[in-house]
C-alpha cells in the first residue's frame, strides 16, 4: 500500500465521520441507526436480530448495541416469534418512522468528497 492510497482512505474516513456527526446534531441518530431503521421500513416481515447483523455486515454485538439504543428511544420493537417464543424479532414503531421522515440527505450536509460517491 502507498501513502497516496492511506491519505485517500483517511480523507474518505474523515468526510463520513463529518457526515456521522452533521446527522447526529441534526436527527439525534448516528448512521449505523439511521441504517437500521432504513432497513427495518424498507422490509415487510419484522427480523431476526441475527438477520439484521447480516444485512448491515456488523457483528452481532454491535447489531446488539444499535438494537438496544433504538429500542431505548422508542423507534423499534421486539416481539416474540409466534412459532417459537425464544427467538425475537424487530419492527419499526410509529415513532421510527417519523423520525426517519426527519432523516432527508438535502438538508444534512454532504460533504463534497462523498457527493460523488453517494
Known amino acids: 500500500?502507498?501513502?497516496?492510497?492511506?491519505?485517500?482512505?483517511?480523507?474518505?474516513?474523515?468526510?463520513?465521520?463529518?457526515?456521522?456527526?452533521?446527522l447526529?446534531?441534526?436527527?439525534?441518530?448516528?448512521?449505523?441507526e439511521a441504517a437500521l431503521l432504513c432497513l427495518l421500513s424498507e422490509q415487510p416481515n419484522?427480523?431476526?436480530?441475527?438477520?439484521?447483523?447480516?444485512?448491515?455486515?456488523?457483528t452481532r454485538s454491535n447489531a446488539s448495541k444499535?438494537?438496544?439504543a433504538?429500542?431505548?428511544d422508542s423507534l423499534?420493537?421486539?416481539?416474540?416469534?409466534?412459532?417459537?417464543?425464544?427467538?425475537?424479532r424487530f419492527h419499526i414503531t410509529k415513532h421510527g418512522l417519523e423520525k426517519l421522515e426527519q432523516v432527508?440527505?438535502?438538508?444534512?450536509?454532504v460533504p463534497d468528497g462523498l457527493k460523488g460517491i453517494i
Do not use: W, Y
Not at 9 to 15: A, Q, Y
Open 104 to 109: 432527508h440527505c438535502d438538508s444534512i450536509v
Open 24 to 32: 447526529q446534531q441534526r436527527v439525534g441518530l448516528n448512521l449505523n
Open 1 to 22: 500500500m502507498n501513502s497516496e492510497c492511506v491519505r485517500k482512505i483517511r480523507e474518505l474516513s474523515r468526510l463520513v465521520t463529518g457526515f456521522e456527526s452533521d
Open 46 to 58: 419484522p427480523m431476526l436480530a441475527g438477520e439484521i447483523a447480516d444485512e448491515m455486515g456488523m
Open 66 to 68: 444499535v438494537i438496544a
Open 76 to 88: 423499534i420493537r421486539r416481539r416474540a416469534c409466534s412459532e417459537d417464543g425464544r427467538c425475537q
Open 70 to 72: 433504538l429500542e431505548r
